[in-house]
C-alpha cells in the first residue's frame, strides 16, 4: 500500500510539472491527507522549480507528521494495535539485511570511502559507485604516462593468471636451456602466420619480448583468432632445442571463474538497463521512449526502481562525417535540455544511474569522466547519479559494470563472425569478460588516456555487465555473468544504413535483481 500510495503522489506531481525526491515524496505520504498535501506542497515550492525537495517540506509538514505518530501510553511505550503483528521478530542479522528497515535518507560519511568508491545515499540501499575516474585523471600524454598504464595493466592482469601458471620472465626464459618446459605471462605483442600457416605469437613483459609457436593442427589454435594486441594471456609449453622459441601447448586467459556466483537483491526488485537516447537527432524515437516512460509509471512496472543509462543520452555534434544534416536539435547543450524533459517523463522516484557514451559531450578517450558541472545542472531534475565510463555500481548488493562500449566495434571487427557479430552483441561482450578488460586493444578506432592505473581492468568479477553503443539488442549469461547490450532509441540513420547498421530501437531489459532474469521489453 505504501508503494502505492507512493506512486500517486509521484503521478499527480508529475501531472503538475514537477519531479520530486524521495524525501518529499515520504513528507507527503506521511500526512492525514497526501492529496490536499500535494496542493499545498506546488504552492509552496517557487514557480520556476523543477523538482520538489523534502528540504522545502520539512516545515510546512513537521506539525502534521508529530500528530500522527504513535501514541504512547504512560510508560513512553507505544501502544499496541488490537491485531498483533503475524510476521515473528526479526533477529538483528534479519533486521540488518531487511530492505524494510534501510532508513529513507541514509546518513553517509563518503569522507571516509577510499579507492574511488562513492556512496550514494538512496532511498532503498547505499548504492555505491567503483571505479570512476572522474576528478582523478593524471594523464599528461607524455610517453612515461604510456608506459605507466600498461605496466600497470599487465601487473594486475598476471597477477589473476600466476594461479594459473608458474610464471618464468622472457629474460630468463632465454636463458634456459632447450628442450625443457616453459611458462610465460605476456600482453600480446605481435601475432602472425608463418609461410607454413603455423601461428606466431610475440608476448611481451617486464623484461622483454620472446616469441611462441602455435601449429596450425593443434586444438589451440583456434583460440589464437580470439586474440587481439595488447591483452594479457599466459601460455605453456615447451622450448625449442636452442630455446629460442616456445611451442605452445596451453593458452589461458585471465578469464571469469566458472565457479563464480553472482549476488542478488533479497526481495523482489527491477532495473530497466538502456542506453543510447540521442535526443537531438531527426531519427530520435519520441513516441518508442513516451510509451516506455508511460508504462514506466503503471502497476505492472512498479517494482522497477531502477534506471541505468550507458551513454549517449544526445545525439551530439561533428560526430560522423555530415551529422548535421540529421540533427533537429543543431546546439549541444540544447540537446541536452531536450534530454532532460524527456528524462522528466520517468517516475520521480526511479533511481537514475548515467554514464556517458562517444556522442556525449565528454572527452572522447576512455576512460570517460562523468558529465561537468554545466550538463549537471541541465540535466538536474531527476537528481541522477551521473559517474564515468566505465564504472561498476552496486544495487541492492547487486554489482553492475556499465561501459558505453566503444571497443565492441574492435572486438567485432577483429574476430571471426562466429565468435562475434553485431547480431549478437552479448558474445563480444563474453570476449571482454574473457580478456578481464572492457577495451584491450589500443589503437585502431580506440582512443586511451594514459592514467596512473588502467581503469578499464575489470579486477571484480560483476553480476551484471551493461553495455550499448552497437545499437543492437542481445543478453546472455557468461560464467553467471548476466551481459547486456540494450539497443538504442535512435531509427536507422543515412549514415547507419551506409555502414549495414540496422537498428534494434526502442527496446528496455528488465532484470529481476533477486534472480539476474532479464526480460527485453519492445515500445516501437
Not at 623484461?207 to 580470439?226: H, Q, S, W, Y
Not at 544504413?497 to 519492445?522: C, E, F, H, M, Q
Request: hydrophobic residues 35%.
Amino acid at each position: 500500500m505504501a508503494e502505492e500510495t507512493d506512486r500517486r503522489i509521484v503521478a499527480e506531481l508529475a501531472a503538475r510539472g514537477y519531479n520530486a525526491d524521495r524525501e518529499a515524496i515520504t513528507l507527503i505520504a506521511g500526512t492525514p491527507d497526501p492529496e490536499d498535501a500535494i496542493e499545498r506542497a506546488v504552492e509552496t515550492v517557487s514557480a520556476d522549480a523543477l523538482k520538489v525537495t523534502g528540504e522545502q517540506l520539512r516545515g510546512l509538514f513537521e506539525d502534521e507528521r508529530r500528530d500522527a505518530s504513535p501514541r504512547r501510553d504512560a510508560n513512553d511505550s507505544p501502544s499496541r494495535a488490537s491485531n498483533p503483528p503475524v510476521s515473528p521478530a526479526k533477529t538483528d542479522d534479519e533486521a540488518t539485511n531487511s530492505a524494510e528497515t534501510v532508513p529513507v535518507e541514509a546518513e553517509v560519511d563518503t569522507s571516509a570511502m577510499g579507492d574511488g568508491r562513492v556512496p550514494v545515499e538512496s532511498g532503498r540501499q547505499l548504492v555505491e559507485i567503483l571505479g570512476d575516474i572522474t576528478g582523478q585523471s593524471t594523464g599528461t600524454g607524455e610517453y612515461s604516462d604510456f608506459v605507466t598504464v600498461f605496466r600497470d595493466r599487465y601487473e594486475r592482469l598476471a597477477g589473476k593468471l600466476r594461479r594459473r601458471v608458474n610464471h618464468r620472465p622472457a629474460d630468463a626464459i632465454q636463458s634456459m636451456p632447450g628442450g625443457g618446459n616453459a611458462e610465460m605471462i605476456g600482453m600480446v605483442n605481435d601475432i602472425r602466420s608463418t609461410a607454413s600457416g603455423h601461428w606466431l605469437i610475440e608476448l611481451e613483459d617486464t623484461t622483454g619480448v620472446f616469441p611462441c609457436l602455435v601449429m596450425k593442427d593443434r586444438e589451440i589454435a583456434d583460440l589464437v583468432n580470439e586474440l587481439v594486441y595488447d591483452e594479457v594471456i599466459a601460455v605453456r609449453g615447451t622450448l625449442a632445442d636452442d630455446a629460442g622459441i616456445l611451442f605452445t601447448d596451453e593458452i589461458f586467459f585471465p578469464d571469469v571463474p566458472h565457479t563464480h556466483k553472482p549476488n542478488t537483491a533479497d526481495r523482489h526488485v527491477q532495473a530497466a538497463l538502456i542506453s543510447d537516447v540521442h535526443v537531438g537527432s531527426q531519427e530520435f524515437a519520441a513516441d518508442a521512449w513516451s510509451r516506455f516512460a508511460d508504462w514506466l509509471h503503471t502497476e505492472e512496472a512498479q517494482s522497477v526502481e531502477y534506471l541505468l543509462l550507458a551513454g549517449d543520452m544526445v545525439e551530439g555534434v561533428g560526430v560522423y562525417p555530415n551529422q548535421d544534416e540529421e540533427l533537429s536539435i543543431i546546439d549541444i547543450y540544447e540537446q541536452y535540455e531536450a534530454f532532460a524533459e524527456y528524462l522528466k517523463e520517468v517516475p520521480g522516484d526511479l533511481e537514475i544511474v548515467m554514464i556517458p557514451g562517444n556522442h556525449d559531450a565528454v572527452r572522447l578517450a576512455e576512460p570517460q569522466p562523468a558529465f561537468d558541472e554545466e550538463l549537471r545542472e541541465i540535466m538536474s531534475a531527476h537528481d541522477a547519479r551521473i559517474t564515468g565510463n566505465p564504472s561498476t555500481v552496486t544495487i541492492e548488493g547487486v554489482s553492475v559494470l556499465m561501459y558505453h562500449g566503444m571497443s565492441l566495434d574492435e572486438i567485432i571487427a577483429d574476430l571471426p563472425e562466429e565468435k562475434a557479430s553485431y547480431d549478437d552483441p552479448q558474445k563480444a561482450m563474453y570476449h571482454l569478460l574473457k580478456k578481464r578488460h572492457v577495451a584491450p586493444k589500443y589503437g585502431g578506432k580506440m582512443r586511451i588516456a594514459p592514467e596512473e592505473r588502467d581503469y578499464l581492468v575489470i579486477d571484480e568479477v560483476p553480476d551484471v555487465f551493461h553495455t550499448g553503443h552497437v545499437h543492437k539488442l542481445g543478453f546472455g549469461t557468461y560464467h553467471n555473468v548476466t551481459a547486456i547490450n540494450s539497443g538504442c532509441w535512435q531509427e536507422q540513420t543515412a549514415f547507419q544504413k551506409s555502414v549495414n547498421i540496422d537498428p534494434d530501437v526502442g527496446y528496455a531489459p528488465i532484470v529481476d535483481l533477486d534472480t539476474l532474469d532479464v526480460t527485453a521489453r519492445k515500445f516501437t
